[in-house]
């Protein structure tokens, strides 16, 4: 059974239709790559899998380990194993950055019927993986993502997908607003988390990233649709020729 | 003609009916006290009613009560509380206990109960005791020409009573004059560190009767001691009552004190509070608002910065649900130069519940350099939910710098998603997030047993609204409100 499998998904934001009837299956252990134009409905598939409310879908089915994606809640989704590191994380003046996390991972133990971690239990833990991610460890008690840097709020994407060992890993654009050095830790710690049980979908521009996190299939999304898919290869050629269809699909200009 | 002329008296007729159980109160008050007040307190009882009796309640026309209308609290006619009435046991005042203070006055309806009172373990360079066996006390002592008794040294008493609170200006604090049964007086003497906050609670239980009460407080912080006083008002059943309280807080040079005022009576209960603090040269005095209960509450906060360098904190978190109305009035006077006062205020409405905040900065003549701020920050609930915030400058002096800054927004849809997206269930998310909001307050009170206490009933408050709160949120960004000061001249 794959972890997770896309059927026809058509979902609208405020009434416009973005996703147009996308096909995508993932099995467990796999890293998928989806790269596409801007504005061509990456950032609302990830949305979309995490539940999030304001994006609706109209038509389609999504299977998670079997269930139906669609009729979770995103908590629900969360504790299943659906993680999305976000493209823009968004600051929570006022919620303690580990406190938060110890929160969400004693909310997903409780869902599997797991006991509490207290905090003499979770800090070293938290601290260790912080230490892998090289995170300043006075980000520890700062309150979610406030104040943090680009880098930082994506490193600390990273280390709470760490945390929460999710079954799915969404990462939509971890890697921009990246420098090079931060780049390779992220990578680092996304690589360190590939196991057979572990599947990670990677929403990215540049082959950059995918120098690193090698991945097992690249697809193309425009317009809604994945219109390609292929081997790591086609990352590499997106990079060259752009998004556009490839010329063997292109019907060829006949001679004159 | 005759027609209009009746219906002038008849509304005479009505605005005297209901302020009949008032002058009963004072007459009786009056008669018991023929032997007890002394002349000073005679008069300035007698001048205070006058006040109130020629003006009555204000109405809605009255700017300073624009947003608070009083018609439920006028046609109700409450009781004064005979002493005795409403028996509480020490059980049932046991939830209320603050743990980590150092001492507890307790009164019920308004008259002190020594039995529920906690006063062992004082320092000696604190006195404590209720404001009518202050009076006693001092009244004996002068009769016999005796020294003091322990426990207590009036003499402040008459020095400072009534001299802050201005019973011209507001006609609360003039009924709270004419009308208080007892209160506590409390005196930290010169360089004291009291460490452990003072409870002061005041109780009102049901007594088959809408039972008025008007505490009376008096604190007096010597030059440069260090010290915490907690206000706090409950109530024991449903019955409605009506608090209405005046504390007068001086603080001689360099004292540092905080006081909290804590709101935490039923849902039909009346509250008027009124604090007013006098600050001397460098001075350091901070007042916390924490109002969570209470129908109708209005909270007056009336710092008067009062010597160079003085500094002010005004900070206050309100929370209201159903049909609530909490109204924070705050007029802040910069009458020296060099001070520094800075008013912070949370609200989080929900429901119906409605709320105010009316912020008035008065800058005299003589406060050069004054540095005034003010922030008020407010969570809807719901789209019944409302809050009218008001800022006002009044200013006299031209070397000064104010700012005000206020803004209306809702639990924002992103920030929920984020912590539902990691696992967090709805309801606890909502809770964190305005768990966080009110943390601002929190944050802004030095750590202390007293902040721990206001922390957890804030919680559990907080707690109690985001179960309550089903209403699905839509995306809905903060938005800044565009008000600008109001200038008077
Ligand atoms: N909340 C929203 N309200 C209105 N329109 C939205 C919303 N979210 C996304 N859209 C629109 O949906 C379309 C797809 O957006 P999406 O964020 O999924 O694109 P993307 O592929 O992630 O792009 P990018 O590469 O720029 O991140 C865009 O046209 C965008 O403007
Ligand atoms: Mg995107």
């Known amino acids: 059974m794959a972890l997770l499998e896309i059927q026809d998904l058509h979902a609208r934001v405020e009434g416009h239709e973005i996703l147009k009837g996308l096909n995508l299956t993932i099995n467990a252990g796999e890293v998928h790559s989806i790269m596409g134009p801007n504005g061509s409905g990456k950032s609302t598939l990830a949305a979309v899998l995490a539940r999030r409310e304001t994006y609706e879908v109209t038509r389609g089915r999504v299977l998670f380990n079997g269930k139906d994606l669609l009729e979770m809640k995103p908590e629900d989704a969360a504790c299943e194993g659906v993680f999305l590191a976000f493209q823009y994380p968004v600051e929570i003046p006022g919620i303690g950055n580990a406190y938060f996390v110890r929160s969400a991972m004693n909310a997903i133990r409780k869902f599997h019927g797991q006991d509490e971690l207290d905090a003499m239990d979770f800090l070293p833990l938290y601290k260790e993986r912080m230490k892998i991610l090289e995170m300043d460890d006075k980000l520890v008690n700062r309150s979610v993502n406030e104040g943090f840097s680009g880098g930082e709020k994506k490193r600390n994407e990273i280390l709470q997908m760490a945390m929460l060992e999710p079954k799915l890993a969404i990462l939509d654009e971890t890697d921009s607003g990246l420098d090079i050095d931060a780049l390779r830790i992220v990578a680092k710690g996304v690589n360190a988390m590939r196991g057979p049980d572990r599947a990670f979908l990677v929403i990215t521009h540049y082959q950059r990233l995918l120098d690193y996190i090698t991945p097992d299939f690249v697809h193309v999304l425009v317009d809604g649709k994945i219109v390609r898919s292929g081997g790591p290869e086609l990352a590499l050629e997106l990079e060259d020729k752009g998004y556009g269809p490839s010329e063997a699909d292109v019907p060829q200009a006949l001679p004159a | ?489």
């Open chain 2, 1 to 489: 003609m005759s027609t209009t002329a009746n219906n002038t008296e008849n509304e005479n007729a009505t605005a005297t009916g209901k302020l009949g159980t008032y002058l009963e109160a004072y007459g009786e008050l009056i008669a018991e006290r023929q032997e007890r007040d002394p002349v000073w307190l005679r008069q300035l009882r007698e001048d205070a009613w006058r006040r109130f009796y020629a003006n009555g309640f204000p109405t809605t026309h009255d700017e300073d009560w624009r947003f608070t209308n009083l018609a439920a609290l006028a046609k109700t006619s409450f009781q004064r509380a005979v002493k005795g009435s409403g028996t509480v046991t020490a059980e049932q005042i046991e939830g209320f206990r603050v743990l980590g203070a150092g001492c507890r006055l307790v009164f019920v309806n308004g008259h002190f109960a020594p039995e529920l009172s906690d006063v062992c373990d004082l320092p000696n360079t604190l006195e404590i005791c209720s404001l009518e066996r202050g009076i006693a006390k001092a009244m004996e002592g002068s009769a016999s020409n005796g020294s003091a008794p322990v426990g207590c040294a009036p003499e402040g008493i008459e020095q400072h009573l009534g001299r802050y609170a201005d019973l011209r200006r507001d006609v609360f604090t003039a009924l709270n004059t004419a009308l208080w049964d007892d209160g506590a007086y409390l005196r930290i003497h010169r360089g004291a560190v009291i460490e452990r906050p003072i409870h002061l609670l005041y109780v009102s239980a049901g007594a088959g009767a809408a039972i008025m009460t008007h505490p009376r407080t008096l604190i007096v912080a010597e030059p440069t001691s260090h010290s915490a006083v907690i206000e706090d008002y409950v109530s024991i059943g449903d019955e409605t009552a009506f608090s209405n309280a005046v504390t007068e807080l001086v603080a001689g040079q360099d004292a540092v004190v905080s006081h909290f005022l804590v709101e935490r009576e039923n849902l039909a209960a009346f509250n008027v509070s009124t604090l007013r603090l006098e600050l001397a040269r460098g001075t350091n005095v901070s007042s916390h608002s924490i109002l969570l209960g209470g129908g109708l509450v209005r909270n007056n906060v009336h710092p008067v910065l009062n010597g160079e360098g003085a500094e002010c904190l005004i900070n206050g978190l309100f929370v209201g649900a159903g049909r609530q109305h909490l109204d924070n009035y705050m007029l802040v006077e910069h009458a020296q130069p060099l001070c520094s006062s800075r008013q912070f205020y949370n609200g989080i409405l929900d429901d119906r519940a409605r709320g105010v905040f009316h912020g008035r900065i008065v800058v005299h003549k003589d406060a050069q350099k004054t540095d005034a701020k003010q922030t008020n920050r407010n969570l809807l609930l719901s789209d019944d939910a409302r809050i009218d915030t008001k800022p006002q400058l009044e200013i006299y002096a031209d070397d000064v710098k104010c700012t005000h800054g206020a803004t209306i927004g809702q639990i924002e849809e992103e920030q929920l998603f984020y912590l539902r997206s990691r696992g967090i269930e709805e309801t606890s998310a909502r809770n964190l997030l305005l768990y966080a909001f009110a943390a601002e307050c929190l944050d802004r009170m030095p750590e202390s047993p007293a902040r721990e206490f206001v922390a957890e009933l804030i919680r559990v408050r907080l707690t109690d609204l985001a179960q309550n709160h089903q209403v699905a949120v839509l995306a809905a960004p903060v938005e800044e409100e565009t008000q600008h000061w109001e200038e008077v001249r």
